[in-house]
């Protein structure tokens, strides 16, 4: 498991997070759970109910839609900020390619966050319209 000092660091370096200050990312890191995910272990599923955000801190990722692989994730990257949100169906299915670490946050850690610091609310939600618009400016095929 990472020191508080790098878990910081590793969540510094994620674009949700891009605008948020060291206080506002020391208390992200706080919340968020780490967690070790063995290679092959299925993060998210497809058309299945999602709740939480995660934050690859070591590791890499594949991502599929439609069973066809779309990208690979690795440190840095991010998924499921949407399931944060609204818990809705996940739109693509995430496996671990490598043994991995993770940052997790759940709705409920979240709300916590998002209630304690409103401006990391206005950080994140502009960083999200960002890639929403990005995803429909160029869809993935």
Do not use: W
Request: net charge negative; glycine share 10%; hydrophobic share 40%.
């Amino acid at each position: 498991m990472r020191t508080k000092k790098r878990k910081n660091e590793a969540l510094s370096n994620v674009m949700l997070f891009s605008g948020c200050d060291g206080k506002e990312i020391s208390h992200i890191a706080s919340l968020a759970t780490e967690i070790e995910v063995p290679d092959g272990k299925v993060l998210a599923r497809e058309g299945e109910p999602g709740r939480e955000f995660y934050v690859i801190l070591d590791g890499k990722a594949d991502v599929e839609i439609g069973g066809k692989q779309v990208a690979t994730l690795g440190a840095g990257d991010f998924f499921g900020e949407m399931a944060l949100l609204d818990q809705g169906p996940r739109v693509a299915t995430v496996t671990a390619a490598s043994d991995m670490e993770v940052a997790v946050l759940d709705p409920r850690e979240f709300v916590s966050l998002i209630e304690e610091h409103p401006a990391v609310a206005r950080k994140v939600l502009k960083v999200m319209a960002g890639r929403l618009r990005n995803a429909e400016q160029s869809p993935i095929h």
